[in-house]
Nanobody, 123 residues
């Protein structure tokens, strides 16, 4: 059974921080690139970041550069998204996704998806 399970979302004030986690099981984790996506109400799903099996970050969405950091622990089948200096416009459901081929910012090409975790940034 293939599973990606996100956790760590919640309600935070502007300027706050959250660390999202994605736990993977049921597939060969090391053979997959892992991406983070987000989707706000009324908006298209957008790629936030992606990381390769060799722990290298491929890209960050321009609006999160310098604030978000993606990381991966292959031994534990975990991927993280550390989010700092959060802004109201970061409010969205955040998803992790896995793809056997190269990192992509397109949600349509990923093989596996988690259920999402809500991040709300509001005073």
């Amino acid at each position: 059974q293939v599973q990606l399970v996100e956790s760590g979302g919640g309600l935070v004030q502007p300027g706050g921080s959250l660390r999202l986690s994605c736990a993977a099981s049921g597939f060969s984790f090391n053979d997959y690139r892992i991406g983070w996506f987000r989707q706000a109400p009324g908006k298209e799903r957008e790629g936030v970041s992606c990381i390769t099996y060799n722990y290298g970050s491929i890209y960050y969405l321009d609006s999160v550069k310098g604030r978000f950091t993606i990381s991966r622990d292959n031994a534990k089948n975990l991927v993280y998204l550390q989010m700092t200096s959060l802004k109201p416009e970061d409010t969205a459901v955040y998803y992790c996704a896995a793809r056997r081929k190269a990192c992509s910012d397109s949600a349509t090409v990923y093989d596996y998806w988690g259920q999402g975790t809500q991040v709300t940034v509001s005073s």
